[in-house]
């Protein structure tokens, strides 16, 4: 079985800057990739980036160039660090982890609000 927790979600102003991160535990699993995904009241939930156990990073085009996507090198905890923040990036975030042979399992969210 595998848990998956965020943390790091709060109040920020616009132009400031939020690090989110998911943490994976449990045994009898290995994490394969792991990606942060967004909703926000009212609307689908969206990809924001993911990263591959090789490192490999991918990222929604809204968030390029402002988001950054990392790991840990046991492959068990994964960052969103988020900078230049708009209020369209208010959302609650969530991990999801890919693993085997497990599969996905999502954490709870952890809320952005980004306001003056």
């Known amino acids: 079985q595998v848990r998956v927790v965020e943390s790091g979600g709060g109040l920020v102003q616009p132009g400031g800057s939020l690090r989110l991160s998911c943490t994976a535990s449990g045994s009898g699993f290995r994490v394969i990739a792991m990606s942060w995904w967004r909703q926000a009241p009212g609307k689908q939930r969206e990809l924001v980036a993911d990263i591959t156990q090789e490192g490999t990073t991918t990222y929604a085009d809204s968030v390029k160039g402002r988001f950054t996507i990392s790991r840990d090198g046991a492959m068990n905890k994964s960052y969103l660090q988020m900078n230049i923040l708009k209020p369209e990036d208010t959302a609650t975030y969530f991990c999801?982890?890919?693993?085997?042979?497990?599969?996905?399992?999502w954490g709870q969210g952890t809320q952005v609000i980004v306001s003056s």
């Open positions: 999801n982890v890919y693993s085997v042979p497990i599969k996905e399992t």
